[in-house]
Structure formats: structure tokens, C-alpha cells
């Protein structure tokens, strides 16, 4: 099930207009701000469901309160944010966008081989957020969705998409493909075909910078799914008793693979999981690019100040399936029809036109800049050989 | 020459990396607090400094997952488990992760880790802190598998471990620790790929490691009446290859000597080497484990593993027919 994200904006808006009760959709999350608004001023809140109205106790009764960092990581007001930020979030976004696209479309027409593309698309508010918060110094790990990730990261997209058709001018020669890029001078340390074991190279990223003594900051990009794992929990208690410079960032689509995180996940609210390890932990809207940057932007720089874990849950939505091809019997029509309401572009396009100094002519130019770039990216990638065959059996090992 | 244990040679290979060199720390479970099985890094805290200590949680997954991350920070992390046996728990950082870091990125990266596994049994503790587990590494492309057989092995072939580029697994005989061999007060070190020729001999190649050399050498001295060249492999991947098959080409015959199950192991991978690069008719023979859970109980282990008398069989066998 999608969820909706119910904002402090959204309820400040219904209390407004007279509503003593507030009523949402079955399945919605509400931020830590919007509750406390809530109890603030003696709203009541309910959910419908199947035709009646249930109550929902807030089962977190001091968060937000007991964590003082919480406070500290709320978000800051879009319109105060320089316009060149709000462009690179744009740049990012479609240039995500056109890679992705290409993506799927090169997948579909069997150009690209492999059951496994997974592409990020509905998703590009997260990693064009995140990164854009990030320095080139700082270091992300990333998952089997990690193309979003590597670009606004500063990846090259031509060796990108050579290593997605396996040609030899790709990051890793062909070997790696969709699942596996890596580029560690631009703090890439790598995507990965094992959902959850980013997390614990992550947390060895930024003990190297405990040891190291520098400022940088690691994000490890998760989703709801990693957070059943294992190496989740290890990975948060690690980080909370060496109090690690890292980003625990959760993409909660609402999906692992086919399985929902209604039926997957102990609690809707991945956030809670942090809690429960001591990490200052918040929930936002992955759809909303200026929300993902704030948080992060905010996050990075008390981390930098006070070295110590955060967990960010970005509530987003997953356009496509799991992997191009995927049929998703198991997504609901209402579901996928909802999707063009929480396409972050579409989002970022209604709040950057309250902007005084919006002009469209900007955008309108990074487009055609980042469509005539990717063009050159899936002809450098086309015009690239295959690595010579015998040349598989090397790189394993350094000599 | 000064004689010390395993232990104690362990001990000094990390001591005397980790200050020659600062990107060197080290990790796992109770190692600064004293109450690591190996207890290899007892006084290390004072000698290095505590912050190159790092004393986990029982995390395995993630502490070999940090090592990664770590090496690519540029870091050469040693990771310590308590027991061999506990890699399981940390397999897909080992096997998916750190081992094909190298190849996924097309030579790209390195991850120069030391992981150091207590290993195999001979001491009664059972199904879960008995095995031998190198088997599974060497069968993992893009990690190199070392083994030593007493202190002076122990001390060259750790620091080589460390100083490598590449992921290597360091094998621990545990019941080797209290073992003494001479060791020389000098630098030196074993490199990898490497084995070493511990006796010469005219009839019968003993290939072993671990261990089992140590069980072979017993052997061999109680059969003076023959000729028996042995054969301490140290790096199991890669393997040096030539040595044994120079060895066996001259002596035309092989027993290889192992603690792990014959089943998918070294000891079959070297038979097959000789009998497809020298000759079908070639003897060979190859001692291991009995091929079933190590049991707890004093007599069911020692059934279950190799024991001297089983290779000096296997020597009068092998020769007495001639």
C-alpha cells in the first residue's frame, strides 16, 4: 500500500479550516512535527478504515521529546534555499530521470542483458537531496537501486551505461554491471546485489574517518526491506557505540521486492527502529526534494560538529517494479494510479514556481543540456567493445 | 635461537605491523578487554595504543562488513574472530563483499584485510568451534587462504597477510597456540603464494598443512626406513603448485594430509592436479576428516580427525608394497 505522508502543513491546514478531528487514510504516516501539533492543540486523530473510523494512539509518547537532536534536524523553508541549489536538484533529478529512462527502454528492447535492472525512478528527490547535501569528500554506499545514487554522487553516466550494456569502457570493464559500480574518488563505495550489506560498509567508512580524524560524513542508502536484515540492527548498534559519522538513509518505498512493508516491517515507521537503538532518527517525505535535502543538509552538518549516527526515513514510491519486467500483480490499480501524484519532479515543479526568482527558462535549459549529455552517454556506451573474453579471468586478485 | 609459542608469534606479527605501519588497526570481538579465545592482543592496547584496538560487539556481519568499508578508506583492518567456526555468520561480507570487491569494480579497488580465523579442532569443543573452514575460501576467487604450522610460520606468513593488497584469510590451528618453535628475533617474512620443503626424501611426497605437518613430522621420524620428502604448503590459494608436482615427479607418490573433509577440498583439488599434469599412474592417497560433524566427546573427535598413526599407516602402506 502507498503511503501518504501527513505533514504539520497538512494538519495546521484542517485544523484551520474548523476540523477538531483528523481523519487520514488508512496506512498514513504522520511526521514527528505534525504530531506534536497535533497534541498541541487537543486535536483528535483517526483512521478510516474499510468504512469506519478507528483511534490511533501516538505509541511513541516522548518522541521528539526525549531525543533533543530531533529538534535540531527539523526542516527549513524551501524558499530561503540559493536558487543555484535548487537548480542542482533539478539537474540531478532529471538527469536520474533521462538515465533511468534510457534504462528501462534498452532493458525492454533486450539491449541490456540480465534479469536485473532496477531503476530509480519516482525515487530521484532522495539521492539528488542527499547528495546535493554531501560533499565530493564525503562517502555513500548504495544498493541494488543504485543508479540514482551513483549520478548524483557525481558519476560519470557514459561509463554508467557502458557498464549497463557490459561493454569494456565501463566503470568496472562489464565485469560489475547494474548492481555492482563503484568509483571511491568520487566516495562512491559502492552499489550492491545484497539488500542490507551496505550498512556495515558504511559504518567501516566512517570509522576510517574516526580514525583519520577528518570531517567526512558516510550515507549508507538502504530501503524498507534492509531494515528486516540483520546487518541493520549490527550496523545502527555499531554506529551508536562509537558514535560513527553516518547517514543511515532509509528509502521506505513500501515495497521489498513484491512484499509490502504493511506485511514485512514490525512497524510502518522505520524511524522507530533507530529510536530504539539511541540514534536521533526522523522521518520525512522522500517525494519532496527540499524536505530530503533540509533534513539531510541539517543532519550532516551537526554530524560534522558532534560526530554521532542519524537515521533519516524518506518515505518515497517506487514507479516501476521491482526490476524492469517485473508484472506487479501484487500492486493495486488504485496504487499505481496514485503514483503521478507523488512523482517527485512534478512536486518540486509546484513548489519552486512559489519562488520569486523562479524563471523556467533554467530548467527548461538543464534539460536540454542533461538530454543532449545523455545522448553522448548511450553512444560512448554503444560505440564501446566488449572487454576480450580472456581478460574475465583477471582482477580478482591484485598482482 | 629463542623459541615461542604460536601465540606469542601471532602477537608480535600484529604488534610490530601495526607500528610500522598507522594504517594498520585491528577488530573483533573482546580483544582489548582480555577475554579473546586467541588472546593474541592482551597487551596490545599499551603497546600500540588503544585506539587501533577496536573491541566490537558481537557483530560479526557488521565488523567484517566495517573492514571492507575501512579498506577502502584506505585502512589494512585485521579482523579477529573468536572461533573459525563464526565466519558463517559473516559469510556474504566475506564472500559477496570483500572477496569480489576487486573483480565487480574491474581492478579498481583493493581491500587489503587480514582475517584472522582460529581454526579446527583436536580440543573437544565440539560441532560449532572444531571445524576446519578453509574450503570455502579457497573456493572463492578473489581471496587468498593462508595456514601456518607453528610459530615461525605463523609470525612471516601474518605479516605477509597484512602487508598484502589483497583480502587474506589467515588459518590459526588452535591447537597450535601453546606450541613452540624457534622464531629469530629479526624481521623476515613467508611470502604468498609459497610452500616450503621440510625434509627432503627420495620415495614418498607428504603434502600437509596446518597442523598436520606436525602430526607428519612424528610420522616420518617414527619410520626412519623410509624416504619421505614433506611437503608444508602454507598458502592454500593460490596454491604453489610446482613445488608438489617437482616433488611428486620425483618421488612418484603423494599423500596429502589434511584436518578438513576430503569431499570438494585442497587435498582433492592437489590429487587431480598431479594424476592431470603428471601421470594416472601415480599413487595417491589423501588423509582428512571423517566426513561428519566434529563431535564433542574425547574418542568420537579423535575417530572422527587424522591422527599420526593414521599417516604412518598410510606411509607403510604406500611403500611397504614396493
Known sequence: ?399 | MRKITFRQAISEAIEEEMLRDPKVFIMGEDIATGGAYSGVTKDLPQKVGPERVINTPISESCFTGAALGAALRGFRPIVEFMIGDFYAVAADQIINQIAKARYMSGGRVTAPITIRLPNGGYLNQASQHSQSVESIFIHTPGIKVVCASGAYSGKGLLKSAIRDDNPVVYLEPKILYTAEEEVPEEEYTIPIPGSKILSKGSDLTIAAYGYQVNQAKEAIRSLPQYSVELIDLQSLSPLDSETILQSVSKTGRLLVVQEDYAICSIAEHIAFLVYSSLSAKIKVRIISAKYAPIPFSPPLEKYILPQIEDISAAIKEMLGQE
Open chain 1, 1 to 399: 500500500m502507498q503511503k501518504e505522508i501527513v505533514t504539520k502543513e497538512y494538519v495546521e491546514k484542517l485544523a484551520g479550516q474548523g476540523a477538531g478531528t483528523i481523519i487520514l487514510k488508512k496506512g498514513s504516516i504522520i511526521t514527528p512535527l505534525a504530531y506534536d501539533y497535533i497534541e498541541e492543540n487537543n486535536l483528535k486523530l483517526e483512521f478510516a478504515k474499510d468504512g469506519e473510523t478507528v483511534s490511533v494512539q501516538k505509541d511513541e509518547e516522548d518522541f521528539g521529546k526525549e531525543n533533543s537532536d530531533l529538534e535540531k534536524l527539523s526542516y527549513s523553508d524551501f524558499k530561503e534555499l540559493p536558487y543555484n541549489i535548487v537548480l542542482q536538484f533539478y539537474y540531478l533529478m532529471i538527469k536520474i530521470r533521462f538515465f533511468e529512462e534510457f534504462a528501462k527502454a534498452y532493458k525492454e528492447k533486450d539491449i541490456i542483458k540480465g534479469d536485473f535492472v532496477h531503476v530509480y525512478l519516482g525515487e530521484e528527490a532522495i539521492a539528488a537531496g542527499v547528495c546535493t547535501a554531501l560533499k565530493r569528500e564525503d562517502f555513500i554506499t548504495s544498493t541494488h537501486r543504485g543508479h540514482g545514487h551513483m549520478i548524483a554522487k557525481g558519476a560519470d553516466i557514459s561509463k554508467m551505461f557502458a557498464e549497463l550494456l557490459g561493454k569494456a569502457d565501463g566503470y568496472s570493464k562489464g565485469k560489475g554491471g547494474s548492481m555492482h559500480i563503484a568509483d571511491i574518488e568520487l566516495g562512491i563505495l559502492g552499489a550492491n546485489g545484497i539488500v542490507g550489506a551496505g550498512l556495515p560498509i558504511a559504518c567501516g567508512s566512517a570509522l576510517a574517518s574516526k580514525l583519520n580524524r577528518d570531517d567526512s560524513v558516510t550515507v549508507a542508502f538502504f530501503g524498507d526491506g534492509a531494515s528486516n536484515q540483520g546487518t541493520f540492527g549490527e550496523s545502527l548498534n555499531f554506529a551508536r557505540i562509537f558514535s560513527l559519522p553516518i547517514i543511515f538513509l532509509c528509502e521506505n518505498n513500501g515495497y521489498a521486492i513484491s512484499t509490502t512493508s504493511d506485511y514485512g516491517c514490525s512497524t510502518p515507521n522505520i524511524y522507530k527502529r533507530g529510536l530504539g537503538y539511541d540514534i536521533p532518527s526522523q522521518l520525512i517525505n522522500g517525494d519532496d526534494v527540499f524536505e530530503v535535502y533540509s533534513a539531510c543538509k541539517k543532519a550532516v552538518e551537526e554530524i560534522r560538529k558532534n560526530s554521532h549516527p542519524v537515521l533519516i526515513e524518506a518515505v518515497t514510491h517506487r514507479r516501476e517494479g521491482h526490476w524492469i519486467g517485473d508484472p506487479q500483480n501484487y500492486r493495486s490499480a488504485e496504487d499505481l494510479n496514485d503514483l503521478p501524484k507523488y512523482d517527485p519532479i512534478k512536486i518540486f515543479f509546484e513548489k519552486i514556481k512559489a519562488r520569486s526568482d523562479f524563471n523556467v527558462s533554467d530548467l527548461e535549459k538543464i534539460t536540454s543540456e542533461v538530454s543532449e549529455e545523455m545522448k553522448q552517454a548511450v553512444a560512448f556506451a554503444e560505440n564501446s567493445p566488449y572487454l576480450p573474453a580472456q581478460e574475465s579471468v583477471k582482477d580478482y586478485l591484485k598482482e
